[in-house]
């Protein structure tokens, strides 16, 4: 008797890669991944212009190949997406949201809750417990105009359907709210702390209140909901506790003593996140709920959570959850959406969903005495729905608590609250009142944007530099407070120790006014992207970070008793050069930025970001000890060379010979070189045209890009800098 091998053949020998065969389900599967994956990296190129998050991609990606659009063509869904082949996209599928919300947990830093705690409760639980009680309310028009009647009773009780629509309605996404937080610069400032506190607040009472909306479902009785409830309560303390108490003890000792994440600890971490999973699953809550309690028992030393992030989440956001959320998006369909009614209600529950998260965090922000535009900001943000809301309402149609046709609707809210998050974000809280704010709290201006004096209060400038003669501007003392450096790389360490050797070459020379050692700030600057790590470092507290380059950079200084400071900062690509003159707030301090490379972007943005800060912008290059220096004097702009003189009178324990070029008018040569040798008394003085070794000039916007890219053709050494305007 033949035997059919058209199921295992290949292509040549007549097989259809898209039918669906048990017995080899994963030609079709790997074909529908490809589509959903390319489909999602497509929808989000225009999206990710407009800071919006993948989620929205992903979900109007399952929208598109659902039966609202393609589903239309005619055998489209039959072909590529047939029935036979939803329950492995389904297993596929929740895999990946029990990873992502074990990756969820992880985000939850508690630690930050409890040095927060009175903003975590008062904001946190206010704006969910208004708009849990208006979706109670409207709760009651939903279910009597879309409740399941089979036998002429109800599918689910009202109390269970009440408790998960309000549940829906007051969650926040916590992933996505602390992206846009960080994209924003918002993390790190009053509006920031608060959003982030609260944020954790409500994810975490939200994922309880879920799990609570789910039991009710499953329950067949109120006893059993009770024993359902007291099981849930007792495995998560089980988990917080003796699980937490194993894993740090036992599972993780020896990580913990030499600073890194073994294999053997990943996998039983793991295997710790199904068994979690597993047992919640069994009792009648989720699986998702037990792997976001293990997510929140995993250390955060030495940077865990974000090594252990960076092993998986790229299989998670990249594979799995786009599948996850084009299953979510084929349970959407428009066409069911057919009377003035459906409408009626989606304008509804969005302007109740935006107006109660709002206003809760504009009450509760109020109180805790922020001003009435930053308030505003919080009740914006802490409004974002996004990836947490869908699988929220996933959860409750898996579950029979809700319809297809009430699923299509929330998802639409779900759109609509997450896509105006950011520019309602922007339009209530603009980057010039976030600037006139801060100004205002370092006491640099009144509320009425009337300057107070700052270099007066200060500085130790007191005088109009454009008055001071040129025999002063030589011996001016900047009196500087710190040094703040930017590390990027480990090819920024070479002339940063070499730079050190200068300035701090001879004690007496970097002692301020108050007798202390000028102190050094290093900044590592690290870009975010739309990793879950970049998002985990960004919102964690500096102990719960591992920067290898910082941690190098310590030990060098703490050899060398030099009092440091480290920092580790993540930008956007456009708004790297803006954090830099952010984290010089002195006139006190001088800015150094290391460039490795021509970077168009900062050039075009330097002319604006200067504006109190003095600045050097040293260019990676010098290998060796540095003894000789080139000096670029300017005789039209007296004021930037009075910085140089300073910096000279810094290195002239170390720098032997000086060669001297002069910008500008000629004449004045002699007398500025004279000015030159009564400022540092140098063994050599060289009369050069041609520059060599690390040249030191005044800074200048409108030639910046000509000087920088002059050092890279002649190979020599730059530092620009540039004082007070």
């Known amino acids: 008797m033949a035997v059919d091998t058209s199921s295992v053949a290949g292509i040549i020998a007549g097989r259809d890669p898209l039918k669906f065969t048990s017995g ?82 992880l985000e939850v830093d508690v630690q930050f809750i409890k040095k927060n705690i009175k903003i975590a409760l008062s904001v946190g639980l206010v704006n969910m417990a208004i708009p849990f009680g208006l979706g109670c309310a409207v709760s009651v028009g939903i279910y009597n105009q879309y409740k399941v009647v089979q036998d002429g009773e109800p599918t689910i ?76 309560i007792g495995w998560a303390l089980f988990v917080i506790f003796p699980m937490r108490w194993f894993l740090r003890k036992v599972i993780m000792r020896k990580d913990l003593k030499k600073g890194s994440l073994s294999r053997f600890s990943i996998m039983i971490i793991l295997i710790f996140v199904f068994i979690s999973s597993f047992f919640t699953d069994i009792i009648g809550a989720h699986p998702i709920f037990g792997a976001f309690l293990v997510g929140v028992i995993v250390p955060r ?38 009377q003035g009614i459906d409408w009626a209600y989606i304008i509804g529950i969005i302007v109740i969903a935006m107006v109660g998260k709002i206003f809760g965090g504009y009450v509760s922000a109020k109180f805790n005495g ?20 869908i699988v929220v309402l996933n959860v409750g149609l898996t579950a029979d608590i809700i319809s297809h046709k009430v699923f299509s609707m929330f998802v639409v809210m779900t759109l609509v609250s997450t896509f105006l998050t950011t520019p309602l974000t922007l339009l209530v809280y603009p980057v010039w009142y976030r600037e006139k704010v801060e100004k205002y709290l370092r006491g640099e201006i009144d509320w009425e944007g009337k300057p107070l004096d700052y270099i007066q209060k200060n500085g130790d ?32 360490f070479l002339p940063l120790l070499n730079f050190l050797e200068l300035f701090y070459g001879h004690s007496s020379n970097t002692v301020n006014s108050e007798n202390k050692i000028t102190p050094f700030h290093a900044i590592y600057l690290q870009e975010l992207t739309e990793r879950t790590t970049d998002l985990i470092g960004a919102s964690s507290n500096k102990e719960m970070t591992y920067n290898p380059q910082l941690e190098l950079l310590n030990k060098i200084f703490e050899f060398n008793e030099i009092p440091f400071i480290s920092d580790l900062r993540y930008f956007v690509k456009e708004d790297k050069f803006e954090l830099l003159t952010e984290i010089s707030d002195t006139m006190d301090d001088l800015l150094i930025y290391a460039v490795n490379e021509f970077d168009s972007t900062m050039i075009s943005n330097i002319d604006l970001s200067l504006l109190y800060s003095q600045f050097a912008i040293l260019i990676k290059n010098n290998e060796s000890k540095i003894t000789h220096v080139d000096v670029v004097l300017d005789s039209s702009k007296p004021q930037n060379d009075s910085l140089v003189f300073y910096l000279l009178r810094q290195f002239a324990f170390n720098i032997h010979s000086i060669t001297v070029y002069m910008k500008g008018d000629q004449d004045l040569y002699e ?43 002649e190979n020599y050494d730059l530092l620009l800098v540039k004082q007070l305007k």
């Open 24 to 105: 080899n389900p994963l030609t079709l599967f790997l074909f529908q991944a490809i589509f959903i994956i390319a489909l999602c990296q497509i929808i989000h190129l225009p999206l990710g212009y407009m800071k919006q998050p993948r989620v929205i991609a992903e979900v109007i990606s399952g929208i598109l190949l659902g039966p609202s659009v393609f589903g239309r063509i005619p055998d489209f869904t039959s072909t590529c997406f047939p029935k036979e082949s939803i329950p492995l996209l389904t297993l596929v599928a929740n895999i990946g949201v029990v990873l992502f919300l074990f990756l969820v947990g």
């Open 301 to 338: 030393e030495y940077g865990f959570v974000i090594d252990l992030t960076n092993k998986i989440e790229d299989l998670v956001h990249i594979v799995l959850i786009p599948i996850y959320f084009a299953l979510a998006g084929f349970n959407v369909n428009f066409a069911e959406l057919n």
């Open 671 to 713: 007398t500025r070189l004279n000015e030159l040798k009564i400022a540092h008394n140098s063994e050599e003085y060289l009369e050069e045209t041609k520059l060599h070794g690390l040249v030191i000039t005044g800074l200048d916007p409108e030639t910046l890009q000509l000087d920088i890219t002059q050092s890279k053709e």
């Open 157 to 232: 009780k009202f109390t269970t359907y009440m408790v998960f629509i309000a549940v829906a309605m007051c969650i926040t996404a916590f992933p996505v709210l602390a992206r846009i937080l960080t994209e924003l610069r918002l993390l790190k400032e009053r509006v920031g702390t608060i959003v982030l506190a609260a944020g954790i607040t409500n994810d975490v009472v939200g994922w309880m209140l879920l799990a609570l909306s789910v039991t009710l479902a499953n329950a067949g009785s109120g006893i059993t909901t009770l024993y359902i409830l007291l099981v849930v």
């Open 370 to 389: 922020l001003l009435w535009r930053e308030s505003l900001a919080v009740g914006v943000l802490m409004s974002c729905k996004g990836i947490v809301e």
């Open 461 to 492: 400038i007191k005088d109009d530099l454009s008055n001071i003669n040129d025999a002063k501007l030589n011996n001016l003392d900047y009196n500087l407070r710190k040094l703040v450096y930017n590390v990027e790389d480990v090819d920024g």
